[in-house]
């Protein structure tokens, strides 16, 4: 009798993505458009930009039945041009801000990985350095390694994920400063010239300004890059913390291994919609019922599981169906079009998983 095969590790990338289309999401992949931007960065002052970038794979409009015609010696009917900074038809105007958002965002996310690597605050044994979360309930600093020993586990993975969040609050910060410095330098020559990244950040900003979805949210380009980075850093907490619980009775080094070989098995959250990954995540135990990333990952999780590669693997049981009333399009997170920049949020909680013995300490209990 044959038996079931084991699930392969793309099973659940491809179930995701499947689950998006049964309610009507298409998925537009703005990797073109970052390569229409480096070939001509006078793109990013172009109408096409704003109206859905022109390639990406929209609906057209439906043809007209086929007993209409025109009548004889009469133009047949053009569609009409959107107005400057609107959408192109068939495409909802809040499906064109995420697209013209979410591409800048990757664009200018080059930069905040770079800034990232450089201005880390690192000891001199090369460990990094966090901040005293300042609301944390639990009043531990991640500086003194006794009481941080010494705590019990869930404010210890408490303590860090919430330092970690505040740690990359300020490198963002400062990430911002340096752009809008930037654009602002260029502004004041008053001679035109403009750097690439100026010229997008001036344009991300005037689209989060002037776009009704995100001032529904309340998004800036400094409030939506740490809501993005916070949720990056939860998973990748989750990530941690999911080893031994999958894996028990094995040393740091081989959770650190296992966690580092596994994160291209969990990329495709990354690449979901909005809604769909955050019911995923409310579905398996990710996110909290307080929503706050500071939580550690509860035992009765279902997101991961071990792959027939002993790789560490999303679940596609809590998938759950969900679309926006009106909502057609979709790109993912920026942060999975910019090289390396998953990979380094990786590297900062797998590095500190280390440094304060995290796979030890979340087996006691």
């Known amino acids: 009798m044959s038996q079931t095969p084991p ?23 703005v990797a073109h458009i ?57 495409l909802p105007q809040d499906d064109a801000d995420k697209i013209v958002v979410n591409s800048l965002l990757s664009l200018l996310f080059n930069r905040l990985r770079d800034h990232i690597a450089a201005k880390m605050p690192l000891d001199e044994s090369g460990r990094l350095m966090l901040p005293l979360p300042p609301l944390s309930q639990h009043r531990l600093d991640p500086a003194d390694r006794g009481a941080m020993a010494a705590a019990v586990p869930d404010a210890m993975c408490s303590v860090l994920r919430d330092a970690t969040c505040h740690l990359l609050d300020a490198l963002i ?56 980075s916070h949720t990056a850093i939860h998973i ?11 894996v028990s009775g094995k040393g740091a080094a081989f959770y650190d291994d296992l966690v580092r070989r596994s994160l291209k098995q969990i990329i495709p959250l990354s690449m979901a919609s909005l809604g769909m990954l955050v019911h995923y995540m409310e579905q398996s135990g990710i996110e909290p019922h307080d929503g706050l990333a500071v939580h550690r990952l509860p035992k009765d999780q279902t997101a991961f599981v071990l792959d027939e590669s002993g790789l560490i693997r999303l679940n596609a049981d809590p998938i759950a169906r969900f679309a926006k009333p009106g909502e057609r399009y979709y790109t993912g997170c920026p942060a999975f079009y910019t090289t390396g920049l998953i990979k380094l949020y990786m590297d900062m909680v797998a590095a500190l998983a280390i440094d304060y013995s995290v796979y030890d300490r979340v087996q006691e209990g």
């Open 34 to 90: 970052l390569q229409r931007i480096q070939a001509d960065p006078a793109y990013l002052f172009g109408a096409e930009l704003r109206r859905g970038a022109g390639q990406c794979p929209f609906h057209a409009p439906a043809p007209a039945p086929a007993e209409a015609t025109v009548p004889a010696g009469a133009a047949p009917e053009e569609e009409p041009h959107p107005a400057e900074g609107e959408a192109a038809p068939g």
């Open 7 to 29: 699930a392969r590790s793309n099973d659940f990338a491809q179930t995701f993505n499947a689950a998006h289309g049964e309610v009507g999401l298409s998925r537009v992949s």
């Open 236 to 246: 990748c907490w989750a990530l941690v913390e999911a080893a031994p619980l999958l």
């Open 173 to 228: 910060t400062g990430w911002v400063k340096e752009l809008l410095l930037e654009e602002e330098h260029y502004r004041a020559l008053g001679s035109g010239e403009i750097s690439m990244d100026a010229a997008a950040t001036f344009v991300l900003r005037t689209t989060l300004d002037n776009s009704a979805l995100y001032q529904r949210a309340g998004y800036d380009m400094l409030s939506i890059t740490k809501t993005g």
